[in-house]
């Protein structure tokens, strides 16, 4: 008896565990998200600062060499360009 009930406490345990990993990479994809798409529109609020014409926010595009660009246009071999690349206006 004793036996059992300390099997099903160690898997109890271990669900605990992976819902926890579980719920804390979760959290991390969705910052990682979040944060990138601050980011991104950060560059383009600088850019159209910068620019000062009646440029519209587009969340398809953005900032590359003073430029603003599709972001399909920024992306090098399947990878979006890192930030460290990125040159501001």
Do not use: W
């Not at 980011?39 to 398809?60: A, K, R």
């Not at 399947?78 to 206006?89: C, D, N, S, V, Y």
Request: charged share 35%; net charge negative.
């Amino acid at each position: 008896m004793k036996n059992s009930l300390a099997l099903v406490e160690k898997e109890r345990d271990v669900e605990k565990e992976e819902k926890a990993r579980i719920q804390q990479k979760a959290y991390d994809d969705v910052y990682k998200a979040h944060a990138s798409g601050f980011n991104h529109s950060l560059y383009q609020v600088i850019f159209h600062c910068e620019v000062l014409d009646e440029s519209i926010f587009d969340i398809d595009k953005d900032v590359y060499n003073k430029q603003l660009v599709l972001i399909d246009d920024s992306m090098e071999d399947g990878a979006l360009i890192g930030e460290q690349q990125r040159t501001l206006p």
